[in-house]
């Protein structure tokens, strides 16, 4: 909407250096007022990939029935192989929803990237899956990780995939399905949250 442009052209000009609030359009003046707000907020709060999550949010549906054209639109504005992988990792998070009968059922079904991109639904070998094949169609070095996982409460059991991407010459590790949200055990169901917490986590905290 036209608040959230208005967010972005702010931070944008931040991020540029410069901001001149009288170059506001006088029909986005009643928006001056959020001016302060958010200018306090992208200095206490924004990360070094502020920009790069906004540019995901804005992604157009258009873009997104295809998975190089996707690629292309996401990492279009990314300075480096970290800004590439996180707007894989956060258009994905953002965007696929965990498949809960699926995994209920205990009946886990290979499929292509191209699928789960039309699904929009996926296991956690889904979403390695996805980002594997995203990350390569952006040039980068990516690995497909099965392993352990456990939950609070639950005995360590071999039913988890992530990744494993190549920044800057070094290989740093992405769960695209814990960014994505958490399963809640008791209630047998999903919740859907941005953990930026999985994003290059250090392998003694993941």
């Known amino acids: 909407n036209t608040l959230q442009l208005f967010i972005k052209e702010i931070f944008l000009s931040i991020n540029r250096g410069t901001f001149d609030l009288s170059q506001i359009r006088s029909r986005d003046m009643k928006f001056k007022k959020y001016f302060l707000y958010y200018s306090l907020f992208f200095l206490f709060c924004a990360t070094p990939y502020t920009q790069i999550d906004l540019h995901v949010k804005s992604t157009p549906p258009e873009v997104e029935k295809s998975l190089d054209q996707l690629v292309t639109y996401l990492t279009a504005p990314a300075k480096n192989e970290a800004e590439k992988a996180r707007a894989i990792f956060c258009w994905i998070t953002r965007n696929i929803d965990f498949d809960i ?6 009946e886990y079904i290979k499929r292509s990237s191209e699928e789960i991109l039309q699904r929009r639904r996926a296991i956690c070998d889904g979403y390695a899956v996805l980002f594997k094949q995203m990350a390569k169609a952006a040039g980068l070095e990516a690995v497909y990780i099965k392993g352990y996982s456990k939950g609070y409460g639950e ?3 071999q039913d988890h995939a992530w990744n494993a991407v190549k920044i800057e010459g070094r290989w740093q590790l992405v769960d695209c399905t814990w960014g994505a949200g958490s399963f809640d055990g008791y209630e047998r169901r999903f919740k859907k949250r941005f953990q930026e917490y999985y994003f290059l986590t250090p392998p003694d905290q993941f």
Not at 101 to 106: A, C, D, K, V
């Open 101 to 106: 009968t699926e995994y209920n059922r205990g």
């Open 155 to 157: 005995q360590l059991r």
